[in-house]
């Protein structure tokens, strides 16, 4: 593998000093980018798309083509396990992931195996591996999974879902069964996440998208126990490089501390809380990557310039942060308000290091 | 007007002794109610049914004809301000509220006043009344409103919203504009809670439902700088008692310090943090009302019955706790299920007292 050209993201996510502060952007190759919809259309459906390693490789870097960020992240979806698990991942327009066999009782979870990432999910690894190739040391690739807690509740709910009441309503009236498919999903994701390190991934991270859905009790017992299992099944090293983790809880900020004792290296932060004051509680047991409102990308060039630096200055100076929005970028953001935001991090913080 | 029997609900609110814990639920008088149901049927539209004070008096009285709730909510919906000014508010079946007219340009928010309640709204102070005198002193009635930056949330976006780019589109570039509308609504807010107030509230509440997709900063200058407002505004007594009032931003767990500032006597807490770790950070400022997971009505009343124990031993002794779900009863409760939640805050919590 070529050597890396530019180490900022795994130097920050690593606590160590950087020139100026790494940045990358959630669904960075996304809907928002019309070179992202031409290959989009080309593939056939999305599914298709995540399956093919080429075009999984051509999306994954057509970010990278546009604006100078620090990482690369694998082009695939949260749901891939569940799916080679056998549940029938569908995505219908306009409205999102559905199930055609969702996880409803006690012989469904039984039936439910730890996946082997090296056959039903070959495709995600060989993607890595084009994708490093084609990298050529340029950024660190980040691989990724969802966490078992929002993997559970898409395969229970069978869908997208505004009340969880199927999935909290197995959580609170069988917990034993909760825990049975919550387990049997954190050792695939460890499976899986391995496999992506083998294959090349430089990083990784876990996306628990509907932890914050949870109470303080339940998320501990439900959600951040998993994530913790996961980060103590990882590889840590490849290519005599450490690889750092990163957890992500969406709405998690009331949890920053309890996440902190996991070993992972780093914490996603969604926008809803200050950077500064996650800074200040979870001290230097990890680095934090965020915050930004995705929705301040609608907003001009000035403002979002504006915004960069309030959260730059309240990070404050030292290490340990990288640059991103606090979820995913959305597809009606113009690619040019993009630049101003990419171009402004680094601009700006050079003065912090 | 009757003397009330049951103060439970006011006392707490006022952080006074009570001989158990009172409860009600956030939109107790809903669709999971069979009788409720059959009147809306009758009714013709939602708005129909808001519109005609008989009819929002019968559905306010039939949860506490069933349960031994603590206090009544006014039936009324979030949206009557917006509906009051002209933007033509419609409930499509399965599609949430939409205004025919919403406010997008400058043009739109100066051509906005300052409602008059004794006008346009004529119909809730009409409720209010009809309500207290069918009350005839059996517990307190709460009246309520939409917190400025929910009402602007929907007024922006025309309907609801997962990205809310509109209504943040017009803050991060038209901070001014937004000001302006926030403004307008938070005086028509006053008008509005006080004429509710003087037509025998007892008590009253602002919902902000859409606070908790803000950034800390943003939070403070675009919603809760309104609520301050609302509360340095409102009457506080009326027939010679104090009419305590609540503020509630879902999830705003993370910002409970600074709602404790505004001089509201009690804030509404969603389940996402433990109302005992609240308590802490709030001290004796305020009283807390909240806060179990609506999901939890979903399980057996057993484990309805355990998590009302839970919950009661996190707030601990003492004053100042008012008993109440993190958000809104699900449509699809079994109406048996909250007679077990009901009974078990009554039940369990005399101990604390």
Known sequence: MADLKND????????????????????????????????????GSFMDLCRSPELACEVTLQPLDRYPLDAAILFSDILTIPD????????????????????????????LGVIDPNAELKYVTDAVSVIRKAL??????????GSPWTLATYMVEGSSSKEYSKVKGMMFDQPKLMHQLLDTLAQSVIQYLNAQI??????????????????????????LQYMTQIVDGLINENEG???????FTKGGGAWLEDMALSKCNALGVDWTIDIGEARNRVGDKVALQGNMDPCILYASP??????????????????????????GIHPAINPEHVAA??????EFSAQYH
């Open 8 to 43: 900022r993201f795994l130097r920050a996510l690593l606590r160590k000093p950087v020139d100026v502060t790494p940045v990358w952007m959630m669904r960075q190759a996304g809907r928002y980018l019309p070179e992202y919809r031409a290959t989009r259309k080309k593939a």
């Open 84 to 111: 080679a698990m056998g549940l029938g991942l569908k995505f219908n327009t306009g409205e999102g992931p559905t199930f055609e066999r969702p996880v409803r009782s006690a012989r469904d979870v039984a039936a």
């Open 136 to 145: 050529n040391g340029r950024v660190p690739l980040i691989g990724f999974s």
């Open 198 to 223: 083998k294959a090349g991934a430089q990083a990784v991270m876990v996306f628990d998208t509907w932890g914050g859905v949870l109470t303080s009790r339940d998320y501990r017992e439900f959600s």
């Open 241 to 247: 490089q450490p690889v750092p983790s990163i957890l």
């Open 302 to 327: 000035e403002r979002i310039r504006e915004e960069v630096a309030t959260i730059l200055a309240s990070y404050g100076k030292g290490e340990g942060h990288v640059f991103n929005l606090g979820h």
């Open 341 to 346: 935001f990419i171009n402004a991090v680094h």
